[in-house]
T-cell receptor
């Protein structure tokens, strides 16, 4: 059972454009929603995270939008740059449990 | 080093052989995780260690997989009688707290396993 569904699988955006990656979850007990960024040959690294008590969180060019009623959250990358080209994973977990459940990832390519 | 260290970075083995993958977490991190990354399959949870508690083995795909953590620090993931479907990147991560809604996971660069 896939508890976190991520789309699209891959994405090509022109430099300066907006990249949008979407995730949907099934378990209403989830209360922590991070996004991880992974460059080739490297391990994933935390990019930004949100909890369901807010609908949006912004850090620089990166914004998470959260819709609790729809059980969806998304990552927006404004003014996308070639250096943003990477694989992005959404994830979710619930209080008191140890494991993050990851989406299958989105390969983002920002063309110069 | 300051980060999570994994070895070997690459391992090629023949079907049926046993392999051991090592993880050295960040000093002071009490929680340690193993994930598997296969092409198109995202990050699959394997096992979790938190302090002296019994490990959460709920993600191990078969009894050919096992892991131990000695002295609350270094961990070894062992795959016995390797199969071609075991080919993947095995990622280790550590965190300061075992409570996932407060702890950031710090990942190593992974061990790429190829089973011929």
């Amino acid at each position: 059972q896939q508890q976190v569904k991520q789309s699209p699988q891959s994405l090509i955006v022109q430099k300066g454009g907006i990249s949008i990656i979407n995730c949907a979850y099934e378990n209403t007990a989830f209360d922590y929603f991070p996004w991880y960024q992974q460059f080739p040959g490297k391990g994933p690294a935390l990019l930004i995270a949100i909890r369901p008590d807010v609908s949006e969180k912004k850090e620089g060019r990166f914004t998470i939008s959260f819709n609790k009623s729809a059980k969806q959250f998304s990552l927006h990358i404004m003014d996308s740059q070639p250096g943003d080209s990477a694989t992005y994973f959404c994830a979710a977990s619930r209080s008191g449990y140890s494991t993050l459940t990851f989406g299958k990832g989105t390969m983002l390519l920002v063309s110069p | 080093g300051a980060g999570v260290s994994q070895s070997p970075s690459n391992k090629v083995t023949e079907k049926g052989k046993d392999v051991e993958l090592r993880c050295d977490p960040i000093s002071g991190h009490t929680a340690l995780y193993w994930y598997r990354q296969s092409l198109g399959q995202g990050l699959e949870f394997l096992i979790y260690f938190q302090g002296n508690s019994a490990p959460d083995k709920s993600g191990l795909p078969s009894d050919r997989f096992s892991a131990e953590r000695t002295g609350g620090s270094v961990s070894t993931l062992t795959i016995q009688r390797t199969q071609q479907e075991d080919s993947a990147v095995y990622l280790c991560a550590s965190s300061y707290t075992g409570t996932m809604n407060t702890g950031e996971l710090f990942f190593g660069e992974g061990s790429r396993l190829t089973v011929l």
